[in-house]
């Protein structure tokens, strides 16, 4: 019985302590090539092996260290004062200079307060990437003892690729890069600056691109949120020729460059704000072009998808006069072409239609920061559309697309105006233009995108409903290819943005980790429609910012089912209903689990809406029964979803030491158990 304890309270301990991945250096690798590789972050104890999304990249873990505590820390300096006068008179044997050596070396390489606690444990991998490898971005992820890790990203790429080396911060240690191209691997230290020097000719263009934001999106402790890099160029007598802090819209900077005479020219990346750290990490592309050519930015967008078939936009149409006429619903491809520019089209509406209008440029890659207006006949402004928040680009920090929906009153003939707010325009003033009537959908966001499984207790994931143009309607939620994994709560109740549900284990766990999809269904106008869950990380930018980021995949992995007090299962999936004032019971069946220990459960409820509590639980012939009670204040027609988290006491019959009795009590999660307030 007393085991049974401990290793519940071994339990509770590890899944407070998740292991965090912070960063990868290098944060990518060329096709057909080994690279090692170095992850930094927290809790990454028991490594076992590492994961990489998609095919053709393998992995294998090397070794693992931490930083030494401050009792290891003194042991070790005493070892050094006992062996170290017998070093110096001789009488020190070769085992003895060895461990003396080994001793000074630990105390070297330790820090004694690390940068940043949360990056001062890493892992070493050796990663080989097949030649036929996909080019892109993988999700890089470490399996511990505690479960897996968040995701990192690691960039599989073409061509060269050479690791900066220090000191390279002055001009004369300027590092010699390899041939062009080629990506340089860095990092970025406090008040660190990284110089590369390449030999260029008259005529040539220079294309030389960072990415350090897109490796890492968002820092929750650094201002701006992300290491926020600069680019420079310089010639041989240090004289700056071009100089970039971010591209267009992005952070990351890229430049250009006409090389103007035959020569060596160096290249510098730093911080703008002379900051740095570990996760400071950035991948410089140095390539060349013909003159006045270029090479394609790595953004691109995809194609247009959906009902509407694509129409290209039309130019003169500056003007109501020569509005180009398009007929309702459509989808318009176009492009402000210039400053100043303004893209108009004309359409013929009916009264009482709803008409809506949205442009998407920033979410494809565009700078275009769109503004829509909707007049009439007569030039009066009906409605205007300016930002827009889309949950889903959680990767776009300024949210600069238009969204407007409005109802019509009168009929006859209707203007759409496009421009970009600050004026500008371009080759690259791309947008997409929905116009019509609403089209409800939605999509879906599930948090996080790993689900470390604990003995016999559920995982809480947040699955956010991104609505689309109205809809709110019910979405039912399930695993596709459940591998006998199961969803608790698995509704978002109708015109809630977001809901917590529960994934449970299989009685017998797989020993690898599984890939898991959840997918949301909904009638919309008569329609069954069913969209996959994307999933993501919920991100904090800069201490205050949160943001959705997506992921490869959704990974669970579960413990081995043992001792404990087995497993706790939903008699019943219907909603219970809790009237104000009243109380209902939520009855779970005792798959295995002990009564002897179900009796000594008390249940809490993580996260619960204002007014609904545990009342009390007990122990009945059909089950353990959680009793749950509303006050009078509790809205009706409230409904979604409760989390209960079930702890375990102290049942041993003999005392125990104080020490012990303050350990922290076991807890597992059980089932979701969804509700309803009747209205």
Same mark, same amino acid.
């Given at each position: ?227 926020? *890099?600069?680019?420079?160029?310089? !010639? #041989?007598? @240090?004289? $700056? %020729? +071009?100089?970039? =802090? /971010? &591209? ?121 920061? *769109?503004?829509?207006?909707?007049? !009439? #006949?007569? @030039?009066? $402004? %009906? +409605?205007?559309? =300016? /930002? &827009? ?121 797989? *020993? ?7 997918? @949301? ?130 049942? *041993? ?27």
């Amino acid at each position: 019985m007393k085991r049974c304890c401990i290793l519940l309270l071994a339990t509770a301990a590890i899944a407070q302590n998740e292991p965090r991945a912070g960063y990868s250096f290098p944060a990518g690798a060329s096709r057909g090539s080994t690279v090692e590789v170095r992850v930094g972050g927290r809790f990454l104890q028991g490594t076992s092996a590492a994961l990489l999304s998609g095919h053709g990249v393998t992995a294998t873990v090397r070794s693992y260290t931490r930083p030494l505590t401050a009792k290891e820390r003194q042991e070790l300096r005493d070892l050094v004062q006992k062996l170290e006068p017998l070093r110096r008179d001789g009488s020190l044997d070769a085992a003895g200079r060895e461990q003396l050596a080994d001793a000074k070396a630990k105390l070297a390489a330790s820090p004694r307060q690390p940068m940043n606690p949360q990056l001062a444990e890493t892992v070493e991998l050796t990663i080989s990437v097949a030649a036929d490898a996909a080019p892109g971005q993988r999700d890089l992820r470490l399996q511990t003892a505690a479960g897996l890790s968040n995701p990192l990203r690691f960039v599989i790429g073409d061509g060269s690729t050479a690791r900066e080396t220090e000191p390279n911060e002055k001009p004369a240690d300027a590092a010699a890069a390899t041939a062009l191209p080629v990506t340089i691997d860095g990092q970025l230290m406090p008040g660190d600056v990284d110089r590369f020097r390449v030999q260029l000719r008259q005529g040539q263009r220079l294309i030389a691109a960072v990415q350090a934001r897109a490796l890492m999106p968002y820092l929750a402790d650094a201002v701006p949120g992300w290491c926020q *890099a600069t680019l420079a160029i310089r !010639d #041989a007598t @240090g004289h $700056e %020729l +071009a100089y970039d =802090d /971010d &591209h267009r819209f992005d952070p990351d900077p890229r430049l250009e460059f006409d090389v103007p005479a035959d020569g060596a020219y160096e290249i510098e990346v730093r911080d703008a704000l002379s900051r740095g750290r570990e996760d400071f990490v950035y991948r410089l592309s140095l390539q060349t072009a013909v003159p006045g050519g270029t090479v394609a930015s790595s953004v691109t967008a995809p194609l247009p998808t959906g009902r509407f078939v694509p129409l290209a936009e039309r130019e003169p149409n500056d003007a109501q006069q020569t509005a180009q006429p398009i007929v309702l619903p459509a989808l318009v491809i176009g492009r402000i072409e210039r400053p100043g520019d303004v893209d108009v089209f004309s359409f013929e509406g009916r009264p009482g239609q709803t008409f809506v209008a949205e442009v998407e440029a920033r979410r494809l890659g565009s700078p275009l920061d *769109a503004v829509v207006k909707l007049v !009439d #006949a007569r @030039g009066r $402004e %009906l +409605a205007r559309g =300016d /930002d &827009h928040v889309d949950l889903g680009a959680g990767l776009v920090t300024h949210q600069a697309d238009a969204y407007l929906s409005v109802k019509l009153a009168t009929p006859g003939p209707h203007h759409l105006i496009v421009r970009d707010l600050q004026g500008k325009g371009g080759p690259q003033h791309t947008y997409r233009l929905r116009v019509g009537p609403p089209a409800p959908d939605f999509e879906l966001r599930v948090v996080p995108s790993q689900v470390n499984l604990r003995r016999n207790s559920a995982a809480v994931l947040t699955v956010h409903a991104l609505r689309r143009d109205g809809f709110a309607g019910e979405i039912s939620l399930s695993l596709l290819d459940a591998a006998g994994f199961h969803l608790g709560g698995g509704v978002v109740p109708a015109g809630q943005d977001r809901v917590q549900v529960t994934l449970s284990p299989p009685e017998t766990p797989p *020993a690898a980790p599984v890939a898991i999809v959840l997918q @949301g269904t909904a009638t919309i106008d008569k329609q069954q429609i069913t969209h996959q869950a994307v999933p993501a990380e919920d991100m904090m930018q800069a201490f205050a910012w949160r943001h959705l980021v997506p992921s490869a995949q959704l990974l669970a992995l579960a413990e081995r089912a043992g001792n404990g007090i087995g497993r706790l299962v939903r008699k019943d999936e219907e909603p219970i209903r809790l009237r104000p004032g009243g109380t209902s019971e939520a009855v779970f069946a005792l798959a295995g689990a002990r009564r002897t220990f179900a009796a000594s459960i008390d249940c809490t409820l993580r996260d619960p809406p204002a007014g609904i509590t545990v009342a009390g639980t007990r122990l009945a012939r059909d089950g353990f029964h959680v009793v749950l009670q509303a006050d009078k204040t509790v809205a009706r027609g409230l409904t979604g979803n409760l989390i209960l988290v079930a702890s375990i006491g102290n049942i *041993a019959t003999e005392p125990q030491p104080k020490a012990r009795q303050q350990r922290p009590r076991a807890s597992i999660v059980l089932p979701a158990v969804r509700f309803v307030v009747p209205k």
